[in-house]
């Protein structure tokens, strides 16, 4: 049940794995240097992560060495520009890299999509000057990794109503008390971006807080995770954690703020699901026919040719989507709610993707080794981060018909 090479990994199909001319090859919607950086990661994906993904997974091992590599391809920091250490690339320049790393791995995508997009973005957008000199360099060269903590144990889906609190004590100090919970990279991260509100005001506030050296906060390790087992989360505990004011990050004013770099990070979720779904369909695709059952390939069944085709009809439309909607957002066309309906559908249909793909392989689809097993539990977890699959719908929801349902009244 354990795949040893991944599909496209043949000599001459280095972007290929599916049907010649197929419109996931896009050469016309890329640019020469979006088709690079994609190749770049490709091959690096097919030749260095898969050979160790599955095992980290199955280990739940944070995949340091792989992060370590990714880090020397030039897609550190994704958009992030090229004057702080970034890789400066276009919006769908880092959604492609979320895509292939997604391809053979749902968590060094998750991994590169929190360190590598939000937490930079995050520094970029709202951070001071002196921040962005000292953490962007070391997070683009990916020396270090880090973390963006909002949500809590009372404070899901209803982000919003964070409670962990920001008292000023005067001197310039602020004391952090709260709780995090599920928050990615949290255990292996040497910065956290942390959400509070401030004690008095109720206004929301972010910090740049280094756990390694800041007293009062301390990290656990969740166990157990049945998806994306590789990238690790974390609770975090803030006991009368002590940060100076130079950790605030000044941009922020309101919730709108972490709503806003949200926004673009879903954009950059959407590849994901796009990018595991690739994934499945390649596996799938060697797969049915090399497996001989009743002295056939499992090809020659029609019942197995609808359901593959249903996979690659889905693979087509989800990664037009994520496309089309990556390029207005670029111009400013797009909105958080146009991302936020892609990201829900996106992430159904890679959840019909992941199904089918199970299926396909029989028990073997149970098994991390054979890649479907691990991208179809991965892909539970990319349905519902990033805002689940209903609260997607109903951000989008709430664009259209100019009604919020999104807080049910009793
Ligand atoms: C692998 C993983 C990584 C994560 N990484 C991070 C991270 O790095 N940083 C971070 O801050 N957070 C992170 N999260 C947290 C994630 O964003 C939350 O899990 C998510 O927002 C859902 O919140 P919840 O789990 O509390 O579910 P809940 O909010 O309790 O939702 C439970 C169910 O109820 C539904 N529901 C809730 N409210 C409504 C409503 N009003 N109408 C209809 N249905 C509703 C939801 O859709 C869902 O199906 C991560 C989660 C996972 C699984």
Not at 81 to 101: D, I, K, R, T
Not at 190 to 202: D, F, K, M, Q
Not at 289 to 296: A, C, D, I, S, T
Request: net charge positive.
């Amino acid at each position: 049940g354990r795949l040893r090479r991944f599909p496209a990994s043949q000599e001459g199909a280095l972007l290929g794995g599916g049907v010649p001319g197929e419109e996931c090859e896009w050469p016309d919607l890329l640019t020469s240097k979006e088709c690079q950086v994609r190749a770049r990661v490709r091959e690096y994906c097919e030749t260095k992560v898969f050979a160790q993904a599955a095992e980290l997974w199955e280990n739940a091992i944070h995949p340091k060495a792989l992060w370590e590599g990714l880090g020397a391809l030039g897609v550190g920091g994704g958009t992030t520009p090229s004057a702080y250490g970034g890789a400066g690339l276009s919006l769908v320049g880092a959604g492609l890299v979320n895509m292939e790393l997604a391809r053979v791995d749902g968590s060094l995508s998750a991994i590169y999509m929190i360190a590598g997009c939000l937490v930079t973005n995050t520094i970029v957008k709202l951070g001071s000057e002196a921040q962005k000199k000292k953490y962007l360099p070391q997070l683009c060269a990916h020396r270090t990794v880090g973390s963006w903590a909002l949500t809590e144990a009372e404070a899901g889906s209803d982000a919003s109503g964070l409670r962990t609190l920001a008292t000023p004590l005067g001197g310039g100090l602020w004391q952090l008390d709260g709780r995090k919970r599920w928050i990615g990279n949290a255990p292996v991260a040497s910065l956290i971006i942390i959400w509070a509100r401030h004690a008095e005001t109720g206004n929301t506030l972010a910090f740049a807080v280094e756990p390694g050296s800041t007293a009062g906060v301390s990290v656990k390790t969740m166990r157990g995770k049945v998806g994306l087992r590789a990238i690790q989360n974390g609770e975090i505990f803030l006991d009368g954690a002590t940060v100076k004011e130079e950790a605030r990050l000044p941009g922020v004013k309101s919730f709108a703020d972490a709503a806003g770099v949200l926004a673009q990070s879903r954009v950059m979720v959407t590849w994901q699901p796009v990018g595991l779904a690739q994934g499945l369909y390649d596996v799938c695709l060697r797969h049915v026919k090399e497996r001989m059952q009743f002295g056939v390939p499992l090809a020659a069944s029609q019942v197995v040719q609808h359901k593959l085709m249903l996979m690659r009809a889905n693979c087509n439309a989800m990664a037009l989507y994520a496309w089309r909607l990556t390029r207005r957002f670029e111009q400013g066309e797009a909105s958080g709610p146009d991302a936020a309906l892609a990201k829900a559908w996106v992430t159904l249909r890679g959840r019909e993707c992941a199904s089918i793909g199970r299926e396909l392989l029989g028990g073997d689809g149970l098994l991390a080794g054979s890649h479907v097993g691990k991208a179809f539990a991965d892909m539970e977890a990319y349905y519902t981060y990033e805002g689940t699959f209903d609260i997607n719908l109903l951000v989008a929801g709430r664009a259209h018909t100019g009604i919020s349902a999104i807080r049910p009244r009793m």
